[in-house]
């Protein structure tokens, strides 16, 4: 939590980050701890079964989908991904992005949750 707080202090409106790990490997709660530092005082909630989920944040809008049960990039059109990706109202945060590569490919922040002996590695480019 603590490092995504410090991690949107960097963002933009318009940027979109891809979390990418396995299973629980704190994709949602990084997005929890990022929303919360823009002011989200909802409940963030992983978006997998309702696969975009939208928060007011102080000024800005804060976009959470998880693509974990998409397999194609027109059944994230489908869905309305395409129309939030990079939104110029908001930042857009997108587990599973590597499973449809023209998301993925239009992250301005690639963020991975590797597992290491005694804990997380979180790798940010």
Known sequence: MNIAAEFVKRLKRGDVVALSGRLGAGKTMFARGAAHALGVIAPVTS?????????????????????????SFAEAEGAGINEFIGASDGVTFVEWAENIF????????????????????????
């Open 102 to 125: 023209e998301i993925y490919a239009r992250a301005d922040y690639v963020i991975r949750f590797t597992d290491i002996p005694n804990g997380k590695e979180i790798t940010i480019t």
């Open 47 to 71: 978006p997998t079964f309702t696969i975009l989920n939208i928060y007011e944040g102080e000024g800005v809008k804060v976009y959470h989908s998880d693509l974990y049960r998409l397999h």
